[in-house]
């Protein structure tokens, strides 16, 4: 029998299941999966069949990160440029493709997110924790930068004093702290984490598709424009939706008080 494939992928009741399967590592991950796990975002972003993601993990833990052994070996030093080049084509390109991707995207967090994981983590629309779930900046413990777009991601979710307590001590922050500080949206007890997530992300499948697309733009670029710029982006977002199947629907399901059938589009 052939292994398992390192990236387990599903589409049920337009929701596609994105899984990181490498449990042995604490599902650290390697370019492959990276690659995989970005060609998967963008097939759901652009697919019409898909109407929302959820990206998680088997075993223990969520994601331990970038599989550092996976790195090439170089005892000489690297050239000015490389390493610059290898992070903007490595993490931020797999945290631009959950950022960008038009789909909602829940994580659900079913163990250990440390470094590159909880950035990963982090980058989703919404966090749904297992109780027995934590969250690690590990950079620090290792002499290293955060990266994966950490210090970009931190202080807009939480603050930029919290944020540089978490990266500067690196100490192991539980899921039901990350709730309080606003990281994660729930926490469940672990056997209720696979149906905890399913209802959320099949509630978000039959929403208005195209509507949730443009809010996720909206509120993911207000943080970082002045008021003009967002005000003018909402009403162009409002402009594109009202032309859609869903905006119509809705309108019409309100006067017609009766319950709105959205078909993502």
């Known amino acids: 029998m052939p292994p398992a494939p390192p990236v387990l992928h599903a589409t049920e009741n337009n929701v596609s299941w994105i899984t990181l399967n490498r449990p042995e590592t604490l599902n650290a991950v390697t370019r492959d999966q990276r690659n995989r796990l970005i060609a998967l975002l963008e097939e759901a972003s652009s697919s019409p069949q898909t109407r929302a993601v959820v990206l998680t993990a088997t075993g223990r833990g969520f994601c331990a990160g970038a599989d550092l052994r996976d790195q090439p070996a170089s005892p000489a030093p690297r ?7 290898t992070i903007r084509q490595g993490a931020q390109r797999l945290i631009a493709a959950v950022l960008d991707c038009e789909k909602p995207v829940i994580a659900a967090v079913n163990g250990t997110a440390a470094g590159l994981g909880a950035h990963l983590a982090f ?79 099949e509630r978000l499948a039959a929403g208005p598709t195209r509507a949730l697309a443009l809010t996720k733009h909206l509120v993911n670029a207000s943080l970082c424009t002045d008021r003009a710029t967002a005000f003018a982006a909402e009403a162009t977002a409002q402009e594109l939706n009202m032309g859609t199947h869903d905006a119509r629907e809705g309108v019409a399901a309100f006067v017609e008080r009766r319950r709105p059938h959205f078909e993502g589009r």
């Open 79 to 85: 050239p000015t440029g490389d390493v610059s080049r």
């Open 123 to 201: 980058a989703c629309d919404l966090v749904v924790a297992a109780e027995s779930a934590r969250f690690i900046e590990v950079f620090v413990r290792r002499g290293l930068v955060p990266d994966g777009g950490g210090a970009h991601l931190l202080p807009r979710l939480i603050g930029p004093q919290r944020a540089k307590e978490l990266m500067f001590f690196g100490d192991a922050l539980p899921a039901a702290e990350a709730e309080r500080m606003g990281l994660v949206n729930k926490v469940v007890p672990d056997t209720e984490l696979p149906g905890t997530v399913r209802e959320w992300a």
